[in-house]
């Protein structure tokens, strides 16, 4: 099976094809300084929506998704912009646990697994 | 390759199959107050059992499994229910870190990924 | 799709082969103790180096990979070993968050996913 890399950097890519599988890397938030929950969220959704339309595919094909939130007090903030922004009928395997992120100012980051 | 869903929720799905891969949600306890670790691993095994019948599979067939618990000076709590649990011979790559679940009353949370 | 599993143990398997994916358990520092994150991280991605090449591919064809580290403060020193490991124009999706490990000795974890 082909592999197929986009948005390649040197320490990791943000797309990466297998067959029929694509790896999407952790996304955090845009410019996050002084971001709530919430707009991370939106950011780090948009993002993933931009990468898996690289990978010519679209949120409807979303196989699983890692969350992690840097203050489980934040869950249901998270889990609004979440909840209306999935594709109803088609939503993945999850989980999300709390932990520490690369820097301070990130308060989400998402990794998802999609199909082509 | 076919996507079918089993146990699909406006936030996630507890099954997710794609072609041969079969990608399970992290799976807490059942009724969680109260439960020691032994007793959540112990639920959430079984419930494992069960998406997995339902993803018309079973333990043997195990990939990778990512555990989470809350304090890691439970990890021989966990890792002898764990051990009694899986296939001899089949057993998946495995990780287990701690972290905070989505609430207090959860301290074991496991996903995993199976082939058909 | 055949399932191979190699190193195989009681509680975990280090390389399970499922069809064209690898999937490696989280793998940790030979003797850790005393070694700081440069010297785990070294150590880590030699075995990876060694668990990939017994499934019959390399680093080339990581397709994913899951990074814990201990203290975030070490990230920097975690990564410039990375950076100088991976294939470059062949990185892999990645996500590092920081979590405690099975035993204090242990700085630096990562499990990937890779293409035979």
């Known amino acids: 099976m082909k ?6 950097a040197a320490r990791m890519s943000k797309v990466v094809m297998h067959g029929d599988t694509v790896y999407l890397a952790g996304i955090v938030a845009d410019e996050p300084k002084g971001k709530n929950v919430t707009e ?10 931009g990468f898996l339309k ?6 409807s094909k979303l196989l699983s998704a890692n969350i992690w939130i840097t203050d489980m007090s934040t869950f249901q903030e ?3 912009v979440w909840d209306a922004w999935v594709s109803l009928g088609n939503t993945p395997a999850r989980a999300t646990v709390e932990a520490k992120l690369a820097t ?5 980051e998402i990794m998802v697994v999609a199909a082509k």
């Open 54 to 59: 690289k990978a010519g595919t679209d949120k």
């Open 104 to 108: 301070p100012d990130y308060k989400v």
């Open 78 to 80: 998270m889990n609004a």
């Open 3 to 8: 592999i197929e890399r986009h948005d390649v």
């Open 40 to 49: 991370q969220t939106k950011s780090i959704l948009s993002q993933i929506d």
